[in-house]
């Protein structure tokens, strides 16, 4: 038997001992003792207590006190159910304990619901979440519509929206939907896909599972592809000439339908598309790239703007801060922005700022022990790195890191130099800067820090001098992008190599630059504003790693330099940072981009 035993006194003079009823309960039903039914399931038979089983179940409690249940009965046959799952249900309602494995959670679900057991149909959930992938996502999403969970109708569809495209290519389950079932996955604004080509692409491979049965279809799919934000070059190469599409003469309209929207739209290189069209209604995005502050119009702002990859479209925020800053660095934790150190034009910031992109309000969190504008900032395991800077007297060689659980800033290992307007970025679990300026010279060198061993390592360094630089990891290496060389700003960059420590030259950007923003967005590297020797610019422009290429993106709404930004990704209320009427200016400078994507 059990005891639970506390002292309600510092002497031990009264010691007072307490039952574990549910221990005591499931004992006496494991001995056969005190239970008044017995539940029948195939060919075992399951002592039990009504009133425990009533406790525990709905179901049970409707069974054992309606009017026609004798009470005198004992016996209770239950169909439909393994005697297995059984009795994992009546020792749930005992000890309040389940196991949920992958070999028995389809037949427990069911069973839970049946019986309408909540504790044991919320752990099946949370286990089918916790399971949720790429390949098995659409299962679980029909799963759990048909027994109503529908927290996990709405994770697995999250899934499915966010990674559809691994989904489109790796998923056996997407090839068993049906007509239906895939344009009603197709039709939706969340769908989250590069550009259209992929949408027709996962189309093509869903009808070449059968083709015969399934390539009369191909209307109705097709008007679940937003076909307006396609080239007219691949529209006309790649679609309008499929087999599928050329032998359905239901195709006929659509084809003649999109040709004229496109050609429209080519004729007038600067008409803005008419998003109410569905040909042209662009997906609503899973990454926001948020741009704050920054130096504009000859002082510091506070403006925030957001960009929406799928709209191509710089929006202003309404959600500013109450002061500017320049020249400081941004990292965001989950959908937690943080805004490290600066400068206003009069004083040098310790400061920490943080926005919570879901509410919208801005607070004060820890100020680092160093005040630091030309900061660089960069993001590890959870932890905010702040590296050098200036601090109105003095180029800093020391670093710190932040603790958001703490609201903590510590000293680390300082760097081997000092360097302010430098740029750092995270790979392989270490932390990699670049050049900068150590209040005489640019500097070219660069070095990594291994948080294991609180050190600094000298790297090779770069083959040009780098102050105002960016620097970003993407694909694998480190990138250093634009920056000042102490003569002229630059338009070049050059690539690490972590692995074998050299540097490699990559295309030029179309526009010399220094303290600009930049980001990894729709896996390429956005560069974002800032200053080419003689003003302050909004342009942006974005590079391919698989092609070596620069295209142009469109411009921020306001100019500016000394800038940062970061990437949100899932916010809830995303609809709050984009255009609501999903306008966009996607004229022939968008789609010659998208073109030469898909060169």
């Not at 969970?149 to 929206?161: A, D, G, I, K």
């Not at 295209?551 to 100019?559: C, E, K, P, Q, R």
Request: hydrophobic share 35%; aromatic share 10%.
């Amino acid at each position: 038997m059990q005891w639970d035993e506390s002292s309600s006194d510092s002497d031990g003079a009264e010691v007072a001992f307490q039952l574990n009823p549910c221990k005591i309960l499931n004992q006496l039903r494991q001995s056969g003792q005190l239970t008044d039914a017995l539940i029948k399931v195939e060919n075992q038979s399951f002592p039990i207590h009504r009133a425990i089983m009533s406790a525990c179940s709905p179901y049970f409690r409707a069974l054992f006190t309606n009017e026609l249940f004798h009470t005198d009965r004992r016996e209770v046959v239950i169909p439909g159910v393994s005697a297995d799952i059984m009795k994992m249900i009546i020792d749930y309602a005992y000890t309040l304990k389940i196991k949920v494995r992958p070999d028995n959670v389809e037949a427990l679900l069911p069973a839970a619901d049946q019986f309408n057991v909540m504790g044991v149909v919320k752990a099946c959930c949370d286990f089918l979440t916790s399971e949720l992938t790429p390949e098995n996502c659409i299962g679980i999403y029909k799963f759990a519509k048909a027994y109503f969970c529908h927290n996990l109708e709405r994770n697995s569809f999250r899934v499915l929206m966010q990674d559809f495209i691994t989904v489109a290519k790796d998923s056996s389950e997407f090839l068993q939907l049906t007509a239906n079932e895939l344009c009603d996955i197709l039709s939706h604004d969340e769908l989250n896909v590069r550009n259209e080509e992929l949408v027709f692409d996962a189309v093509l491979r869903w009808i070449d599972w059968e083709p015969e049965r399934r390539k009369s279809s191909i209307p109705k799919l097709m008007r679940s592809i937003r076909l307006g934000l396609l080239t007219t070059q691949y529209f006309v190469e790649k679609v309008k000439t499929h087999p599928y599409v050329k032998e359905s003469d239901e195709c006929k309209p659509i084809i003649i339908e999109t040709l004229k929207f496109l050609y429209d739209l080519d004729m007038e290189e600067d008409k803005a598309v008419d998003l109410t069209s569905p040909l042209a209604r662009p997906r609503v995005p899973h990454e926001l790239l948020f741009v704050v502050g920054g130096w504009s119009g000859g002082s510091p702002t506070n403006i925030v703007e957001t960009y929406d990859t799928r709209a191509d479209k710089w929006v202003v925020s309404d959600a500013m801060d109450t002061g500017p800053r320049a020249y400081h660095g941004t990292a965001c934790i989950g959908h937690m922005i943080y805004i490290i150190g600066g400068f206003d034009g009069m004083e040098y910031f310790n400061s920490v700022r943080c926005f919570d992109a879901i509410n919208k309000t801005w607070s004060e969190v820890s100020p680092m022990n160093a005040k630091r504008c030309y900061v660089s900032v960069t993001l590890l395991d959870g932890l905010i790195y702040a590296l050098g800077g200036y601090d109105g007297h003095t180029r800093q060689s020391s670093a710190e890191r932040y603790f958001p659980r703490k609201n903590q800033w510590s000293l680390i290992q300082p760097m081997n130099h000092q360097r302010s307007d430098a740029s750092a970025a995270c790979h392989d679990n270490r932390i990699y800067i670049c050049g900068g300026f150590n209040g005489a010279e640019c500097l070219s060198h660069a070095e990594c820090y291994d948080p294991r061993a609180n050190q600094w390592t000298m790297l090779t360094p770069m083959r040009n001098r780098r102050s105002g630089v960016g620097v970003i990891a993407y694909r694998d290496h480190i990138y250093a992008l634009g920056g000042f060389n102490g003569i002229s700003r630059m338009n070049s960059g050059e690539r690490l190599n972590p692995v074998t420590n050299t540097w490699t030259p990559v295309a030029d950007m179309y526009s010399p630059r220094s303290n600009f923003a930049l980001e990894v967005l729709d896996d390429m590297i956005f560069v974002i504003g800032g200053f080419n020797g003689m003003t302050t610019i909004f342009n942006v422009e974005c590079y391919d790693g698989c092609t070596d290429e620069w295209y142009d993106a469109s411009d921020m709404n306001i100019y500016r330099s000394a800038l940062s930004a970061c990437v949100v990704t899932g916010l809830p209320n995303i609809l709050d940072y984009i255009s609501t009427d999903r306008e966009t200016e996607r004229g022939r400078k968008s789609r010659l981009h998208t073109a030469k994507l898909n060169e």
